[in-house]
């Protein structure tokens, strides 16, 4: 069965520090994608991708990182945590065109 | 631009009984329009999917949603509830305006009384 696995699934991280969030697909997808999950807000796209190589900014990209080395993987970097950075973190892979998702089960990471 | 209206936070229903979770987009033309289910600790599922034809699609688990184009609505139907529906549901729209990127609503929260 085609999934999308995220690691670590929790994550407590010190303010200033470096968080690489990482996703694996084996969907075969072109398209991967970063949401972050806050109440109130709904899914906000972080950064996404084409293929392996291509990182593209999404609407909210500012403190975050992306890299695509191949087709299957795809991680998110946080250089300098912040506590404004604590929330869920999803993971997605899509098949283009009329786009539909396939989510990893989420990384809840807390900045302290 | 698109935008994606879920007008409801949160929804009660009882067991048994019917549904309807609103959802309202805006956009000219006729996107692709989507409902994804997120169930506590776990990432979102599609639920259902209409791209063309016939504006009533089915789903999984007895869902369905009806695109009404004059309304500008894709609303979600369920005629009888279990507890197992409670989770949150998204509704989200995607067009060759935005190069296929989903946009989406804030979700409702669907509660089922006993």
């Known amino acids: 069965e085609a999934a999308v696995t995220q690691s670590p699934r929790n994550k407590v991280a010190v303010t200033g520090g470096k968080v690489t969030l990482s996703c694996n697909q084996t969907n075969n997808h072109n398209n991967m994608y970063w949401y972050r999950q806050d109440t109130g807000h709904g899914l906000r796209l972080i950064h996404y991708s084409y293929g392996a190589g291509s990182t593209e900014k999404g609407d909210i990209p500012d403190g975050y990182k992306a890299s695509r080395p191949s087709q299957e993987n795809f991680s998110l970097i946080l250089e300098l945590a912040t506590p404004s950075q604590t929330s869920v973190y999803f993971c997605?892979?899509?098949?283009?065109?009329?786009?539909?998702?396939?989510f990893g089960a989420g990384t809840r990471l807390s900045v302290l | 631009a698109q935008s994606v209206t879920q007008p409801d936070a949160r929804v009660t229903v009882s067991e048994g009984a019917s549904l309807q979770l609103r959802c309202k987009y805006s956009y000219s033309g006729t996107p692709y329009l989507f409902w994804y289910v997120q169930y506590p600790r776990q990432g979102l599922q599609l639920l259902l999917k209409y791209y063309s034809g016939d504006p009533v699609v089915q789903g999984v688990n007895g869902f369905e949603a009806e695109f009404i184009k004059s309304n500008s609505s894709f609303h979600l139907r369920k005629a009888s509830v279990h507890w197992s529906d409670s989770a949150v549901y998204f509704c989200a729209v995607s067009a060759l305006d935005s190069n296929y990127q989903l946009i989406w609503g804030s979700g409702t929260k669907l509660i089922i009384k006993p």
């Open positions: 997605a892979s899509g098949d283009g065109g009329q786009n539909t998702l396939y």
